[in-house]
């Protein structure tokens, strides 16, 4: 009975495990999405994302917030939430290799915050803007 137990055990922490690796993504994989997304909710989109409009949405202040508040100008720092205090990690891959890895996280903090800063969802072609201006920070 024990060896069956264990057995189940290794079994079910395998498949949790490999599950996890089958869900995570890459900044690259989220790119290719939100183009797609993109594109298909204007035609007007432009075929590529752009780092330098990623960056000036990034640090742009709209109701007294923007992203650098918590996340810093230099996102390859570590942030703070400015009303809770609590801390950040940075938010370049550069700095933090497991940052948009996981689309749920994205997919969710994305959300709240834009609905934070903005008041509402970002588009794809923000979300796309700002990792690509992520992902060029060395």
């Known amino acids: ?16 495990a490999a599950s996890a690796m089958a869900a995570a993504e890459t900044p690259a994989s989220l790119l290719a999405e939100w183009q797609t997304e993109a594109a298909a909710g204007d035609s007007r989109v432009v075929d590529a994302f752009s780092a330098a409009r990623g960056r000036v949405f990034f640090e742009r202040r709209a109701q007294d ?7 810093t100008a230099d996102p390859r720092n570590a942030g703070r939430h ?5 801390s950040i990690g940075p938010m370049a891959p550069a700095s933090n290799p497991e940052r948009f890895t996981n689309p749920r996280k994205v997919d969710k ?7 934070d800063v903005l ?3 970002c588009t794809a072609l923000e979300k796309g803007d700002v990792l690509t201006y992520l992902v060029s920070l060395k």
Request: a positive charge; hydrophobic letters at 35%; glycine letters at 6%.
């Open 109 to 115: 903090w994305f959300r709240r915050n834009c609905k």
């Open 1 to 16: 009975m024990k060896i069956r137990v264990g057995l189940i055990s290794t079994c079910t922490a395998i498949a949790i």
């Open 119 to 121: 008041n509402r969802e």
């Open 82 to 86: 400015i009303v809770t205090g609590k």
């Open 65 to 71: 917030w923007s992203c650098s508040s918590c996340h």
